[in-house]
């Protein structure tokens, strides 16, 4: 088996090299750089993919895309009952919503944050909105965070995986006093050994 990630710098798919760690995995990493005045992939991405973004992950030729597909096929694949709560249980239908929700939810009004801020006083009407989207979807992860510190169960899975990296952009600008438990999760996220394995390898990031 050959597993390969298409690996963009100071991008999301940190947490597919973090996750491959966990599961102690062999894999090769192919970089790809951040052109340095658009902050945009290279366009030698789209040699793998059609919309030239990252992750990609590719096993044994076949290409699999999006963070949170990707994290799912690795759990149910290689994680031999780690990663993932018992099918059909609670915790699965929480896990789900959870995988979708970093992606299909609190991504979008940091994404928004970024690109408006770009617009200078032209996207000034947008901010109040943006801040009180921001402010909520934090506020529910906050409030999500079991005392274990993780958000589902007691133990790692894929839901922390994929949520670390927008909790990382929230301690980022400054909001570790006002999300202490976030704040906390980044730093147990941070201290696990296969986390700085990855970081080792995967080179330029955020943190």
Not at 8 to 30: K, V
Not at 99 to 124: C, K, N, Q, W
């Amino acid at each position: 088996m050959t597993i390969v990630v298409h690996h963009l710098n100071n991008s999301r798919s940190q947490r597919i090299l973090w996750l491959l760690e966990e599961l102690e995995l062999p894999y090769e990493i192919r970089f790809y750089q951040r052109d340095k005045v658009t902050n945009l992939a290279p366009p030698e991405l789209k040699a793998v993919h059609p919309l030239g973004k990252s992750p990609l992950l590719e096993i044994d030729g076949r290409i699999v895309m999006e963070s949170g597909a990707i994290v799912q096929h690795l759990c149910e694949t290689f994680g031999g009952g780690r990663f993932l709560p018992p099918a059909g249980s609670d915790d699965a239908l929480r896990h789900l919503q959870l995988i979708h929700f970093a992606e299909g939810s609190v991504m979008t009004p940091i994404l928004l944050d970024l690109y408006v801020g770009r617009l200078g006083e032209a996207g000034a009407p947008l901010h109040p909105r943006i801040q009180e989207q921001l402010a909520s979807h934090f506020d529910y992860l906050e409030a999500q965070l079991r005392p274990s510190g993780h958000f589902v169960g007691d133990a790692l899975t894929g839901a922390d995986i994929m949520l670390s990296f927008p909790i990382e952009v929230a301690m980022l600008k400054g909001n570790r006093s006002r999300w202490p438990r976030l704040a906390a999760f980044v730093d147990a996220m941070h201290a696990r050994p296969a986390w700085q394995r990855a970081r080792a390898k995967g080179g330029s990031y955020f943190q």
